[in-house]
């Protein structure tokens, strides 16, 4: 059975740090982008970093310089770790794998909340 499994998320001081680890089974990620994305309440979900196969990575302007995505193929893992958290970073956080060939394949996880309050 493919599962993503997120972990990691709370409640943090705004400044603070988490960080976020998925874990995927019932597949291999080696061949998937993996991405993190993120739902605040009333609003859409959106991506927040990816980290592709060959280890390219890519965010959104809002978490540069704050955020960093990593991967481990060898245990099956990505990971966020978010620094320097504001307000406007609570949400919950999904873990998305994706790859487009031989097939297209895409699978999320359930979330995990992250709540930056004082």
């Known amino acids: 059975q493919v599962q993503l499994v997120e972990s990691g998320g709370g409640l943090v001081q705004p400044g603070g740090s988490l960080k976020l680890s998925c874990v995927a089974s019932?597949?291999?990620?080696?061949?998937?982008?993996m991405s993190w994305y993120r739902q605040a309440p009333g609003k859409e979900r959106e991506p927040v970093a990816t980290?592709?196969?060959?280890?390219?990575?890519n965010y959104t302007h809002s978490v540069k310089g704050r955020f960093t995505v990593s991967r481990d193929n060898a245990k099956n893992q990505v990971y966020l770790q978010m620094n320097s958290l504001r307000h406007e970073d609570t949400a919950v956080y999904y873990c998305?794998?994706?790859?487009?060939?031989?097939?297209?394949?895409?699978?999320w996880g359930q979330g995990t909340q992250v709540t930056v309050s004082a």
């Open positions: 998305h794998a994706q790859k487009i060939f031989p097939t297209l394949d895409t699978y």
């Open positions: 019932g597949f291999k990620i080696t061949t998937y982008a």
């Open positions: 980290i592709a196969k060959f280890g390219q990575t």
